[in-house]
């Protein structure tokens, strides 16, 4: 009978603990399961915490996709190619990936493209123009800015 009382407060204890990485940031089922694995955790009592911390909403992939998508723009400026690479990499859904792609505005990414040409530009002590912009434009598809669309942009501010 001890036993039982046992596993019920330990999963009672890694349910608070789980629940305080969740509150501290935005996380995805992914990383909540790694943490769990991490701290040892059965995979059957991982499943039960789990499911507990979607139904009290601390778990939200569709809210973490979207989180996530708009801080790597905005703080880190990345572009899609990075910010769904890192979203995979969580076993985020593709459909909820594209969905959340789409938030970004068109021409707010457009001007981040153009804003860090500019930057990379004052950094450059290249003289030759061709290799600047070769430069530039290997540093923003690096960024994970799309190719097409750099070199398009690239193209225009000659």
């Not at 330990?10 to 694995?37: D, M, N, P």
């Not at 979203?87 to 969905?99: F, V, Y």
């Amino acid at each position: 009978m001890s036993d039982v009382n046992e596993k019920l407060s330990g999963l009672k204890t890694i349910l608070h603990r789980a629940q305080e990485y969740c509150a501290y940031q935005e996380r995805c089922r992914f990383e909540v399961e790694q943490r769990l694995q991490l701290w040892g955790v059965d995979k059957e009592r991982s499943h039960k915490i789990i499911v507990q911390l979607e139904k009290d909403n601390f778990i939200n992939d569709q809210r973490f996709a979207e989180t996530f998508v708009r801080s790597k723009f905005r703080l880190k400026k990345w572009g899609k190619n990075k910010i769904a690479y890192d979203l995979r990499l969580k076993k985020i859904p593709d459909t909820l990936i594209s969905q959340c792609l789409q938030t970004i505005d068109e021409g707010e990414y457009q001007a981040a493209i153009k804003l860090l040409i500019a930057q990379k530009s004052k950094e450059l002590k290249e003289k030759d123009i061709f290799k600047k912009k070769q430069k530039t434009a290997r540093f923003l598809i690096s960024k994970g800015f799309e190719s097409a669309l750099v070199f398009a942009i690239l193209k225009i501010s000659d």
